[in-house]
């Protein structure tokens, strides 16, 4: 079994996460405590509120029985506890005060039966001991049991006349002792739940809206860590490819001047060395001729060696540091170049320029030049070509060169991957990047194009007074 590793942060990852999660924790832990509290606050208003409400109706139940019982209390006062006509007259009474939509008074004897009920006759002249609501809280016997005890209120579950459904209903109750009565009146108190339910959803919709604003919050934070860590990366980013463009400018000028070196020194020290050598071996060839003497064959075989190895010294130092280069400017370095080319690979080799009227600085003749090297180089060990175009020309947007074959072209891989396939094209793509240039390379099975393009940036103005007309690039020494 193979146990698969962690996947590892960067150090950029790493620093975002420790940048925003204390960030995100310590929002949660305000947004859970805000909203913990509101909600406690909330409830200890909502249960204020609903308590209030409810005293309310109570103090208005123990009026309208203060008010009913002062109506009737000249009857019942004076009153006998069996006279029949009395309790008659006060069961009319309070038959007759009804009030509002629901409101009513109702009397039960002590023994369950009800007397008075005029919103629903039919509870009259039955006993109604042990009526329970849905709920399973006893009313009746409840309601006969406080008013035994003097007076008070009761909550529970009644239809509702207007509606016949179920609601909740406090009911105050008080005693007509002498007769055993137990006279009261209710009202139904679904106004205050719904009252208490609206405010407690005002309470969820703030608490969501407290929560949507604190999330605005963090993310409006979180937006701006990532954008000041954006910002911050890609100044750092771009102060790193400047110091980065700056280093790698110092070590293709400390490569060109090494080069420079050495060419110079294979061309004065060692190439020199090589022709008095040979110069040496010649006057010793004629000597040997002079005294009739035939010259060994080695000898000549030495000589002949050593012309070539001068040549190939000479060569090397031509390809290290054209001397052309400097003297002539990149038309004849390519010319020449070209020329080589031809000579030492046999494969016909096309080079033709077109007039432009800047020339260029130092650093982008070097460049194209290399490009140029570079491209004849994989041309000669890679293309199988038979035939090379080098081409430079200029136009508005700056110097362009084109080299272009009829060899094989490159692998499909390495085509799509162009220019970072290779070594050779990845020197030359960072030759064109440090000019702020650019390279492209399109290759199919009939050959392959290799364009360098050098921004006007480093195009310099024409000589004051030179005539272009009929001057090539060559003429004109870019």
Known sequence: MIALSPPSLSYKQKLFLLGTLPLIFAVA???????????????????????????????????????ARNGFYFIYGSAPPDDEVAKQQVKQILSAMIYGDEGSFFVYQYD????????????????????????????VDELIAIARSGAGYHSYLWPKPSSG???RMITFVTSFPSWQWAVGTGVFIDDVIATVASSRAQVEARTRATFIYIGAITLAALLVVFGSGLMLNVRERRLADTKLKALTQRVFDAQEEERGRVARELHDGISQILVGIR?????????????????????????????????????????????VLDDLGLGP?????????????????????????????????????????EALTNIERHADASEVRVHIRGDRRGAVLTICDNGRGLPAKAARSAPNAGIGLRNMQERMEQLDGALSVTSTKSGTTIEARVPLSHMLAPEAGASLSGVDLEDASP
Request: net charge neutral.
């Open 279 to 323: 110069y040496a071996l010649d006057v010793t060839r004629r000597q040997l001729g002079s005294e009739n003497r035939k010259p060994p064959a080695m000898l000549d075989k030495g000589i002949e060696s050593l012309s070539g190895a001068i040549q190939e010294v000479r060569r090397i130092s031509r390809d290290l540091r054209p001397g």
């Open 29 to 67: 832990a305000i947004s859970l405590l805000v909203a913990y509290q509101s909600r406690q606050l909330a409830e200890r208003e909502i249960a204020t509120l609903e308590q209030t409400l409810i005293e309310a109706k109570k103090d208005e139940l123990r009026n309208y029985v203060t008010q």
């Open 112 to 139: 369950g039966t009800n007397l008075v009920s005029p919103r629903d006759t039919r509870l009259i002249n039955r006993n109604w001991s042990g009526l329970s609501d849905s709920e399973g809280t006893p009313i």
């Open 165 to 167: 459904e179920e609601a």
């Open 333 to 373: 370095a390519l010319k020449a170049l070209s020329e080589d080319f031809t000579q030492r690979t046999g494969i016909a080799t096309e080079f033709d320029t077109v007039v432009f009227r800047n020339r260029l600085d130092g650093d982008a003749k070097i460049a194209l030049y290399r490009v140029a090297q």
